[in-house]
């Protein structure tokens, strides 16, 4: 026998209500996390640190991705394919006219990968600090550390 007589059973509007804030809920969730996702899309930053224009082609997975050209002393953003661009390889090529450099690379799952091209034309993924020497130093040089 119920105890309790005098609580009414729940109405059936009242468990539809239920069930559209907890879809509401999931909605929101599902739309954050892919608002996070596109920002943090893959992509690919060259800074042309040199003094010469270059001529780039980067290929993704093997398969030709992207060609262009980048001026001195300015940077290139290269926005990777959203699924394919997640842990892929990606080569990269330029030309200058004195010289050609290359350099290869895996994407991370999250962010994007940075190319910083020095004056004396070499690839590095991390910045120079400000002040380091990049030039070839003459062999008569000292260098006091």
Known sequence: M???NNTPP???GARLATK???LTILIILLCSFVFVAWQERPSLTIYNMSTENLLY???INDKDS???SIPPNTQEKIDLPFIKGRNASVYFQAKAPSKIISAMTRTELLGGISFYIQPDLTISTTQTP???VTEQQDTD???VK
């Open 66 to 68: 992207a060609v262009g």
């Open 10 to 12: 729940p109405r059936r």
């Open 130 to 132: 400000p002040g380091f």
């Open 57 to 59: 082609t980067i290929k």
């Open 141 to 143: 040089e000292v260098i």
């Open 2 to 4: 119920n105890i309790d």
């Open 20 to 22: 559209r804030r907890v």
